[in-house]
């Protein structure tokens, strides 16, 4: 099974949007409202930002939300910070207790 | 404070064998479903296995079905990862994390996750 496909790279200033879009099949994104995005800092653990397409964990900031239709999910995140610059991933659950990722996406805030 | 550290990475020969352990402490790790999940150094995240929250039902990716075991004791709070036949392609950072169960119903995000053991397979 293939990755879900993610933009390699995005940026954008501080205050600025920027929306990162996850693009699966009808057998994962699709089939399911089990999308979720994680943020990865170089040298830490995936930290859970967005889940079941839509929620947010406590304690992660509103500036995150997620959406999602047909077979591609998206993460947008609104009022860039410095912080915010990572790596994100997005996941869907693909049946047969399986899960699937995307390939990443590289956030530079410029 | 909720706790998975991975233990037991190192390097093995091709065709060698290795077996990660995952530690769980500061939740209820029988009300929690676990996963492998690895990154290949400078690649993205892959999806391992998954093993339900007594044991009883496991599932592996394709690159990895029949050359890898996960299980786990509930008793001890920790995971493991049976490897073996290893490849160069499975060197990365493998990392345990878990995905709550709630009465019946499994919810498919990871919300904690460890800080990775690294398998390195060389000859």
């Known amino acids: 099974q293939s990755a879900l496909t993610q933009p390699a790279s995005v940026s954008g200033s501080p205050g600025q949007s920027i929306t990162i879009s996850c693009t699966g099949t009808?057998?994962?994104?699709?089939?399911?409202?089990?999308v979720s995005w994680y943020q990865k800092h170089p040298g830490k653990a995936p930290n859970l930002m967005i889940y079941?397409?839509?929620k947010r964990p406590s304690g992660v900031s509103n500036r995150f939300s997620g959406s999602k239709s047909g077979n591609t999910a998206s993460l947008t995140i609104s009022g860039l910070q410095a912080e915010d610059e990572a790596d994100y991933y997005c996941?869907?659950?693909?049946?047969?207790?399986?899960?699937?990722f995307g390939g990443g996406t590289k956030l530079t805030v410029l | 404070e909720v706790q998975l550290v991975e233990s037991g990475g190192g390097v093995v020969r091709p065709g060698g064998s290795l077996r990660l352990t995952c530690a769980a402490s500061g939740f209820t790790f029988d009300d929690y479903g676990m996963s492998w999940v690895r990154q290949v150094p400078g690649k993205g995240l892959e999806w391992v296995s998954g093993i339900n929250w007594n044991g009883g039902s496991a599932s592996y990716a394709d690159s990895v079905k029949g050359r890898f075991t996960i299980s786990r004791d509930n008793a001890k709070n920790s995971l493991y990862l049976q490897m073996n036949s290893l490849r160069a392609e499975d060197t990365a950072l493998y990392y345990c994390?878990?995905?709550?169960?709630?009465?019946?119903?499994?919810?498919?995000?990871?919300?904690?996750w460890g800080q990775g053991a690294l398998v390195t397979v060389s000859s």
């Open positions: 994390a878990s995905f709550p169960i709630v009465g019946p119903v499994w919810k498919y995000y990871f919300d904690y």
């Open positions: 009808s057998s994962d994104v699709g089939s399911f409202n089990r």
């Open positions: 079941e397409g839509t």
């Open positions: 996941c869907s659950y693909a049946g047969s207790a399986t899960w699937i």
